[in-house]
């Protein structure tokens, strides 16, 4: 799968489960839990679905909470690696 | 009426009777009794959908195993963090003496538990589940930490025990996946006590403190926390592993699918009501 596919998914992933809706400024630098977007709850299911859209189980002892900060570190953390 | 000090006491008198080894308890035998189940099948987690109807026998009976493997590997990691907190707990001086006593009962009886958990685990699947909740820094209301954390205690505990008291008693299942669960039942039934009973103190203490803000806050974040801790027993890598197709969508159907959120319901009802009594949730959510 394609980066720009990727982060799209991930965008349309937040975008259904955020608390608030998204303002236009929105981007992949913009902080999703600092901002309450997403809940720490949410992280769970989010794992998840990027465990399917990887195709691989993510290790949640390797994985540190900066790691959800935005759709850059997500796609560092789980998606540049792989 | 009994105060937490005292039921520790009387909790601390039968941990001591009942008190056993975790490592001459069980014959862990190599394998399991072929053709048994692992887990009644109505607590199968997509129990009651088109995904568990289109299985054959055989199938129904090897995602029970893995269906095992989930709960006992989510108990589990849910005993993990409640160890450590208890640990952090004793000898507090905010806590008497009693309850500091009975607290080393039940950080050594929950450190029985992951052992026997983790043995079955690892022998018979082959791996614990993951942890996938991630813990993140956040502020908290005087004695909001506090309550939080008694609140997943009994989320775990609660949860854990209603399918711990039905797959006891189901004869279909295998004899040593029920000693397990009635093991681990006889000590929950005492940490359920002291801890409906502590955390009702601690709500009476708190809550009335907190602004209405505060209490609606912690009101969203328990129900949240509900609903993740059930979104672990539909655990896409355990459907993998018992070999069935597109995992990740099975999850989400069976999450969404009306007969899993009535189990759901049925399975919560204990728990929410008590939750709604000492006024941490203002009414009974859908989960």
Redesign the interface.
Same mark, same amino acid.
């Given at each position: 799968m394609q980066e720009l596919e990727v982060r799209g998914k991930l965008r349309d992933w937040i975008a259904k489960h955020a608390k608030k809706p998204l303002t236009a400024e929105f981007g992949d630098e913009t902080p999703v839990l600092e901002l309450g977007i997403l809940s720490s709850l949410d992280v769970v299911e989010f794992v998840l679905f990027i465990e399917d859209l990887r195709g691989g189980d993510v290790d949640a002892d390797d994985i540190g909470p900066d790691a959800f900060t935005n759709i850059n570190t997500l796609y560092s953390a789980f998606f540049a690696r792989s | 009426m009994e105060t937490a000090t005292e039921l520790a006491t009387r909790l601390t008198g039968a941990s001591r009777r009942k008190a056993w080894d975790v490592y001459s308890a069980f014959n862990w035998t190599a394998s399991l009794e072929a053709g048994r189940w692992c887990m009644p099948p109505e607590l199968i987690s997509i129990y009651g959908t088109p995904a568990y109807e289109a299985l054959g026998d055989e199938q129904k009976k090897r995602l029970s195993l893995f269906e095992i493997g989930n709960f006992f590997s989510l108990v589990l990691q849910g005993e993990r963090p409640l160890v450590q907190g208890l640990v952090h707990r004793l000898y507090l001086n905010s806590s008497s003496r009693e309850i500091t006593e009975y607290l080393h009962h039940f950080v050594d009886e929950e450190n029985k538990h992951m052992v026997m958990f983790g043995e079955f685990c690892n022998r018979y699947i082959g791996k614990v589940y993951? $942890?996938?909740?991630? #813990?993140? #820094? %956040?502020e908290y209301a005087k004695g909001e930490e506090e309550v939080a954390f008694f609140c997943k205690v009994m989320v775990v505990e609660e949860l854990g025990d209603f399918y711990n008291v039905l797959i006891e008693r189901d004869e279909r299942v295998a004899p040593l996946v029920r000693e397990l669960n009635r093991v681990h039942h006889i000590d929950e039934a005492r940490h359920l006590a002291f801890g409906r009973l502590h955390l009702a103190e601690l709500s009476a203490r708190y809550l009335f403190e907190w602004p209405a803000e505060t209490l609606a806050g912690f009101g969203a974040?328990l129900v $949240?926390?509900l %609903?993740?801790s059930w979104?672990?027993y539909y655990n896409?890598?355990m459907y993998r592993d018992a070999g069935l197709a597109d #995992?990740?969508e099975v %999850?989400q159907m069976a999450f969404a699918h009306p007969a899993c959120a009535a189990h759901r319901q049925r399975a919560s009802a204990k728990l929410v009501k008590y939750f709604v009594k000492t006024g941490l949730l203002a009414e009974e959510p859908l989960l």
């Open positions: - | 993951p $942890e996938k909740k991630i #813990a993140l #820094a %956040r974040w $949240e926390y %609903r993740a979104g672990d896409p890598t #995992a990740y %999850r």
